[in-house]
């Protein structure tokens, strides 16, 4: 049989290796400090960029896109090649591939900073990056399937699934949540508006998940996993399973982020329904890994790597057993806007992600560079400090979710809310300070991972070129009969199409109705577009990140009823471009916060929040007493939201500036009154005037007269 020789390209694996290394810490420091910050706000150094609001994002997008990014990448670069016994289809594209995607990491850590957000949660970047992420996926989309197209060995292996159907997937994904319209270079309003989307972020945010933080590192466990404890993998066929409902299932679970919400009913059933089916294809994946390692277990006491490896694979089964139990309604009424939903994504990020990319790099290092690893005394450390770090931070996140949960639905024998919100935050300052330490742990764990490997690489050389041989693919004998799957693995492509479908079918069911179903989103008489005061306070809120801390959306429950005002409905929130429901509460929920304070309440509240409120953990946001509205963009502010379908006036950007001033002064006066002087054009103005707006279109008696403006679709 004729044999081919040729090379494997490990330089562009060591950079991603670097990178992963790199941007692992610097995640890690953005989580601590944004960690620290919730019990002393005082480190936020009273700086706009170093706030909660802005830290957090910054922290999320460097832990996702920047750490597990380019460890995917990492892990996809070597495997594939040994996996298809080829070279990367083109050096070039590699490298355009390495340095468009650090170039995307830099530009988004800046923006983030400097407050340019779309405000939608894991996918804050701006156009313009949506727009460089798009370019740089398409890289390496024809790098990978280059790769798959010219490889030597014919089936595709498990792993290459799994890197096909994240592809594909993040695609759609990215595309469908990012059309939003441009108002200046660094700031856009989403396509979608209130109900609709709030159901396309959270289809993107949850899969996300999914096909970012799951099937990709799904498909290195399935590659290093079996390479590092040198056996098979345990079940072929359970590995296809595992595949096709993981992908087929994963994509309609989406809203069960939103349960309570106003999302139609109907969508919430389906989310909770396949998140509880996703339980069966995700522990079929976790008992694949783990039984690839029976009879292997005195190795597993030996090995680091393998240590890591189990943790890993464990934590992947805990936070895919806790994710469709929190999808219970009644589980989800305890957990949603609580501390537990942190513990339950940090199991995941932490335990799965974390110790994934770990245990990955110890076993590649030293084989790029011809050596054992330094120490595995070191390992061993590391992994012992991760683990008791991962324990340290999640448990006290779960002991904070049910005590907020708890305090939040305490009423006294006459009826009355038990605690007023800013208790049930003082009250779990101290599993705030012991999360921080457990997250101290874990990433003095991640340095001692560095200098260990740093120690390895300087006593080896590396090799760039790693020399290999095969039989070209036609040299292959043809089999007469085959499992039917195999049929499909010679047909990458038709795989690629075929998981697109599958992908595909959930978010259109999901969403269609939604989108062509008036009923789905009945509109209110009284909702009115914001004032242009108003759009510009909002856009100063979606900037500092308050929606970080912030819900605005009362669910139907007796407690949050009697705290916050009448629960929220779909057709308030048709005017906002995002929406801004929130995810976690830190602070109060705001959707009917218009009225509850004078002016100068809030404005002495954004000065410094112990003012008004004695032990509130919320920064200060000082420079918004002195920054002035950019008035210059208003009329391209209304022009897009007129796009967008928002009933502003034709001509109404011309003299959209004049209203707002009239407004503005109006606040100004009114502050003026409680022996505050401020100039009418201050952000606080705007800000103020946006909060003041908040659930002021609903009352009581509105809600009677909700109306269905489009009755005779009923009909027809």
């Known amino acids: 049989m004729q044999v081919e020789q040729f090379y494997y390209d490990n330089k562009i694996v060591k950079q991603f290796a670097y990178a992963t290394a790199l941007w692992g810490i610097v995640g890690m420091l953005a989580g601590l400090y944004a960690a620290i910050q919730l019990y002393a706000p005082g480190t936020s150094l009273n700086m706009a960029p170093t706030t909660f609001g802005r830290i957090r994002p910054l922290h999320t997008n460097a832990v996702i896109f920047a750490f597990v990014g380019n460890c995917i990448f990492t892990g996809v670069y070597y495997s594939l090649q040994r996996l298809c ?118 289809w993107y945010g949850h899969n996300a998940v999914a096909f970012f933080l799951t099937t990709p590192i799904l498909g290195l466990m399935y590659y290093f996993l079996p390479k590092a404890a040198n056996r098979p993998v345990y079940s072929y066929r359970l590995s296809i399973i595992h595949f096709w409902a993981l992908i ?26 396949f998140s509880i089916m996703l339980l069966l294809p995700s522990w079929g994946g976790m008992l694949n890994g783990l039984f690839t390692l029976r009879g292997a277990w005195d190795k597993v006491r030996e090995e680091p790597v393998l240590k890591f490896f189990v943790v890993a694979v464990t934590c992947y089964g805990m936070a895919t057993f806790e994710g469709p139990m929190m999808s219970l309604k009644n589980v989800n009424a305890i957990s949603h806007f609580t501390d537990w939903t942190i513990a339950h994504v940090h199991i995941g990020g932490l335990g799965w992600n974390g110790f994934m990319a770990f245990g990955m790099l110890y076993w590649l290092i030293p084989r790029m560079w011809g050596v054992q690893l330094y120490s595995k005394k070191l390992a061993t450390n590391h992994f012992w400090l991760g683990t008791i770090g991962i324990v340290i931070y999640a448990i006290p996140l779960y002991w904070a979710g049910f005590t907020q949960a708890q305090m939040w639905k305490t009423f006294t024998e006459e009826g009355q809310l038990k605690f007023q919100f800013l208790e049930t935050v003082t009250h779990i300052i101290p599993m705030y300070v012991t999360r921080s330490i457990g997250g101290t742990l874990y990433l003095i764990g991640a340095l001692i991972m560095v200098y260990n490997l740093y120690k390895t690489i300087a006593k080896g050389k590396f090799i760039a070129n790693e020399a290999a041989e095969a039989a070209p693919l036609e040299a292959h004998a043809p089999v007469a009969r085959e499992y039917w799957h195999r049929w499909i693995e010679k047909k990458p492509m038709t795989m690629l199409v075929f998981s697109l479908i599958v992908v595909a079918i959930g978010g259109a069911i999901e969403m269609v109705p939604t989108f ?32 970080t801390c912030h819900s605005q959306m009362i669910r139907p429950f ?8 009448e629960y929220s409905k779909a057709g308030e929130f048709v005017y906002d471009h995002p929406f801004q429901w929130g995810s976690k509460r830190t602070g109060p929920d705001l959707a009917r916060e218009g009225g509850k304070y004078p002016d100068s309440w809030h404005y002495n509240h954004m000065m410094d929040p112990r003012i008004m409120s004695p032990g509130s953990i919320m920064p200060s946001y000082g420079w918004l007493l002195d920054d002035k509205i950019d008035t210059a963009c208003t009329p391209a502010k209304i022009r897009a939201m007129q796009k967008l379908g928002v009933p502003y006036p034709a001509g109404y950007d011309n003299v959209a500036n004049r209203d707002l001033l009239l407004q503005a002064n109006n606040i100004r006066l009114n502050l003026k009154m409680d022996k505050i002087e401020t100039a009418k054009d201050a952000e606080i103005v705007a800000l103020i005037a946006y909060l003041q707006r908040l659930g002021k279109d609903i009352s009581n008696k509105r809600i009677a007269n909700i109306e269905q403006k489009n009755v005779d679709s009923r009909t027809e």
């Open 85 to 202: 016994k080829a070279r990367m289809y083109s050096d070039k594209l590699s490298r355009i591939h390495f340095w468009g995607w650090q170039g995307i990491i830099v530009a988004a850590a800046l923006t983030l900073l400097l407050g340019y957000t779309t405000g939608k949660e894991y996918a804050e970047l701006e156009w313009p990056i949506d727009i460089a992420i798009t370019l740089i996926w398409v890289v390496f989309g024809i790098n990978l399937f280059g790769t798959i197209l010219k490889r030597r060995e014919k089936h595709l292996y498990v792993a290459i699934w799994f890197y096909i159907a994240t592809w594909v997937t993040v695609a759609l994904l990215h595309i469908v949540n990012s059309f939003e319209i441009p108002v200046t270079l660094f700031k856009s309003y989403s396509w979608y508006a209130g109900v609709q989307d709030a159901l396309v972020q959270w």
């Open 558 to 565: 007796r407690d949050e009823v009697a705290r916050y005002g």
């Open 516 to 547: 062509l179903v008036k009923s789905n989103v009945p509109t209110i008489s009284s909702v009115q577009p914001y004032t242009p005061l108003e759009l510009h306070g909002r856009d100063i809120y979606v900037r500092e990140g308050c929606y």
């Open 248 to 273: 087929f299932i994963y994509i309609w679970a989406g809203p069960h982020h939103l349960l309570y919400t106003a999302l139609p009913d109907w969508a919430q059933s389906l989310g909770t329904v």
